[in-house]
T-cell receptor, first 111, second 115 residues
Framework: GAGVSQSPSNKVTEKGKDVELRCDPI?????LYWYRQSLGQGLEFLIY????????KSGLPSDRFSAERTGGSVSTLTIQRTQQEDSAVYLC?????????FGPGTRLTVT | AQSVTQPDIHITVSEGASLELRCNYS??????LFWYVQSPGQGLQLLLK??????LVQGIKGFEAEFKRSQSSFNLRKPSVHWSDAAEYFC?????????????FGKGTKLSVIP
């Protein structure tokens, strides 16, 4: 079956611009996660959605970061006023229960 | 809070040789344990998982891992490495049971394979 998909695969943006990253989870998975992977920082948890519950936003690094999940399926991670330190690979994962399945990621480069 | 240590940043092995990647965790109880593999430019692929029961678990691509409670370890092994196994490997833990959802990852071990 189809795995987790993410778009775009690569995004280059200028400092100060806003970007939107999209994640399509595996059908039927109720949980969805966003992570950031950068050199020297490893994998950082950003945000977690579970069904219709309020998301856990405890990992978002600043108020420039936000995410939403529409209809319990597709999710969008938005970064406003991008900074160079936002350059990283953003990974999305979905989960039916305990194990997480990852998408290929979006590589964001802020110039 | 749980933590995961992968003491080897980079390992090089010859094709056909055996492989063991180390993972130690710190947590009050036995967590759920995972190994993921990430090839260059790709996302993370789940290799295997341990929740309970038999401490030797089999995964995909010929990998296995052994949970040792006394050592708080979950080492990944493969008897004969193939060139296609060159990638980065991540160990991860999650508190057991419903309501606990955050994965904590190790820093990763990069595996290079010499032909």
């Amino acid at each position: 079956g189809a795995g987790v998909s993410q778009s775009p695969s690569n995004k280059v943006t200028e400092k100060g611009k806003d970007v939107e990253l999209r994640c399509d989870p595996i059908s039927g998975h109720t949980a969805l996660y966003w992570y950031r992977q950068s050199l020297g920082q490893g994998l950082e948890f950003l945000i977690y959605f579970q069904g219709n519950s309020a998301p856990d936003k405890s990992g978002l690094p600043s108020d420039r970061f936000s995410a939403e999940r529409t209809g319990g399926s597709v999710s969008t991670l938005t970064i406003q006023r991008t900074q160079q330190e936002d350059s990283a690979v953003y990974l999305c994962a979905s989960s039916p229960r305990d194990e997480q399945y990852f998408g290929p990621g979006t590589r964001l480069t802020v110039t | 809070a749980q933590s995961v240590t992968q003491p080897d940043i980079h390992i090089t092995v010859s094709e056909g040789a055996s492989l063991e990647l180390r993972c130690n965790y710190s947590y009050g109880a036995t967590p759920y344990l995972f190994w993921y593999v990430q090839s260059p430019g790709q996302g993370l692929q789940l290799l295997l998982k341990y929740f309970s029961g038999d401490t030797l678990v089999q995964g995909i691509k010929g990998f296995e891992a052994e949970f040792k409670r006394s050592q708080s370890s979950f080492n990944l092994r493969k008897p004969s490495v193939h060139w296609s196994d060159a990638a980065e490997y991540f160990c991860a833990v999650k508190p057991p049971g419903a309501g606990s959802y955050q994965l904590t990852f190790g820093k990763g071990t990069k595996l290079s394979v010499i032909p």
